[in-house]
């Protein structure tokens, strides 16, 4: 009998269901929804640098694509599913009440947008973070340490002390917290209640100070000291953790009515999304894998016994099990990436709001990105006498800090667009060298690097500059739909299709299609202009 599963990715707009062959890897169909809420702007503040998602919308997305997927496959696919996982942006945590409900879904807090899941990139919380730092850098044991040494506004603790000081109203309700890739398997299985939610390794481990050298999350004595909104909460959420290969529990009949499925369907333990996509891009040992879209994240996994001891520093977070069972996964990223380019896009296309004609207007908008990269190209390396630094959004590693603000030097009257957009471009690549070198000094070998995302996937300009810039070669995996395939794998693994992780990658993973070798002159100059990156990042 055929056995398919169903990858469901996350991400910070939309969710997308993808329908998998566990034995050939073939996927059958696929499904984009829109948040619709997220789309329409509601709760959120750029200007803060608030970024809030109703909880109503992942569940809304989640039956729309699911339905969508099946219905463009044979009907004989939807009885022969046999797992669902999922993965999803993070740390994206919301406030629960005592029975694991996130407030946002009780009738007085539903328009209230500190009551809602807090995405990753909601940076209110900086104040936080920095408190969380210099209480763990001054206790007896470093409850930051395997998390890079540095505590991140991006992070639960820092969102949830933040949430919790500046609405009074939460405090009525609220007695926990929980990541919404724990919580969207818990809804579809009916396990809502705190103690019965298989919370992600991943998650924990990476983003909530989780670790069984302290029995799990830090001690009550630590979280009430950083603040009196916290006093009591650790005995409401959890000390042991749970793995991606395993199964969270089954769909209810509620569920399984509304997706269209059995109620043997398994719903596997979930991850974060840069995780499990590395998982579909088939990482081993010392490969770097880097998910490039709007921000980067990368993730590299070593052997328990070659890592040992060893703390790497500024990155965020080692963690056992995390990517692979029975290897430690670690991981890094750039706050913006995808985002750099964006920005520049918008602050040329500003005056576009002026035109009546709104379709010609977003049809020259859409003309930008690629005729700046045409132009950038032909710029020779020796003619970078622009510099940037790559931290619009902040910076996530190595060493995070979201106080630091992005910078252009070089400029004069000469210095064009497409030559502005070419620094800008440098910056991520530099940015990401900065990242590799981290590993790399701390005697985290790369053997490899791998490339996923729709940056990896669309300009050419982009990944041979990253490529220069590093001075390794970079694959490009050919799925188009590597997170997505990530979450089927370990669905396959966490249903009993596959024995193992590596033997799902075996069966279903795709392959690369492209590859980009460095250009061994661009290097050497590349080496010289990263040296002028570095010293303007230390002023």
């Not at 996350?10 to 948040?35: F, H, I, K, P, W």
């Not at 983003?207 to 799990?216: E, V, Y």
């Not at 979450?487 to 799902?504: I, L, Q, R, T, Y």
Request: proline fraction near 4%; hydrophobic fraction near 40%; charged fraction near 25%.
């Amino acid at each position: 009998m055929k056995k398919y599963v169903i990858g469901l990715d996350y991400g910070s707009d939309s969710a997308r269901a993808l329908v998998v062959d566990t034995e050939t890897g073939e996927q059958l169909a696929t499904s984009v929804n829109n948040y619709p809420r997220w789309v329409g702007g509601k709760y959120c503040d750029p200007s803060k640098n608030q970024y809030r998602q109703h909880p109503l919308d992942y569940l809304e997305v989640m039956e729309a694509s699911i339905k969508e997927a099946l219905g463009k496959c044979d009907p004989a696919v939807a009885k022969n599913v046999v797992g669902i996982s999922f993965d999803t942006t993070g740390s994206t945590p919301a406030l629960t009440d005592g029975h694991g409900t996130p407030l946002a879904m009780l009738p007085e807090y539903a328009e209230n947008p500190n009551a809602m899941f807090i995405l990753w990139k909601d940076h209110t919380a900086v104040k936080e973070a920095d408190e969380i730092n210099e209480l763990a850098h001054k206790c007896k044991v470093d409850y930051t340490k395997y998390e890079g040494g540095i505590y991140s506004s991006e992070w639960v603790w820092a969102k949830v002390l933040h949430m919790l000081r500046i609405d009074q109203s939460l405090k009525k309700k609220a007695v926990s917290w929980i990541e919404y890739c724990d919580w969207l398997p818990a809804v579809i299985t009916g396990n809502t209640e705190i103690e019965q939610i298989k919370r992600s390794r991943c998650a924990a481990g990476h983003k909530a100070l989780w670790h069984p050298d302290w029995d799990g999350l830090p001690p009550e004595e630590f979280l009430s000291e950083l603040g009196p909104e916290l006093v009591g909460m650790r005995d409401h959420l959890y000390a042991e953790t749970h793995t991606s290969d395993e199964p969270f529990g089954k769909l209810t009949p509620e569920w399984a009515e509304k997706l269209g499925l059995s109620t043997d369907v398994i719903v596997g333990v979930s991850a974060f999304d840069a995780h499990m996509g590395a998982v579909g891009a088939e990482i081993e040992s010392n490969t770097l894998v880097r998910i490039m879209g709007t921000s980067t994240c990368d993730i590299i996994v070593s052997d328990e016994k070659e890592i040992g001891d060893n703390l790497i520093p500024g990155i965020s977070g080692q963690v056992d099990g995390s990517v692979i069972p029975g290897m430690v996964g670690l991981e890094a990223g750039q706050s913006a990436f995808g985002d750099v380019y964006a920005w520049f896009k918008d602050v040329l296309s500003w005056p576009l709001q002026f035109l009546d004609d709104k379709e010609q207007a977003k049809a020259i908008e859409d003309k930008i990105i690629p005729a700046l990269s045409e132009e950038a190209m032909k710029i020779p390396v020796e003619e970078s006498t622009i510099v940037a630094t790559d931290w619009l959004n902040g910076r996530r590693s190595p060493d995070a800090n979201q106080n630091l603000k992005s910078t252009i030097t070089g400029l004069n009257l000469g210095s064009t667009a497409p030559r502005i957009f070419r620094a800008l471009v440098e910056a991520t690549a530099f940015g990401s060298k900065a990242i590799a070198d981290r590993f790399l000094e701390n005697g985290v070998k790369i053997d490899s690097v791998v490339a996923i995302g729709g940056v990896a996937k669309k300009s050419d300009f982009v990944m041979q500059t990253l490529a220069d810039v590093m001075g390794m070669p970079i694959k490009v995996a050919r799925s188009d739909q590597s997170v997505a395939l990530g979450a089927a794998m370990f669905a396959s693994v966490a249903s009993g299709a596959h024995k193992n992780v590596k033997e799902a990658q075996k069966a279903m993973g795709q392959g690369y299609e492209k590859t980009y070798n460095p250009i061994k002159e661009n290097v050497k100059q590349y080496a010289d202009i990263y040296k002028q990156y570095q010293k303007l990042g230390n002023i």
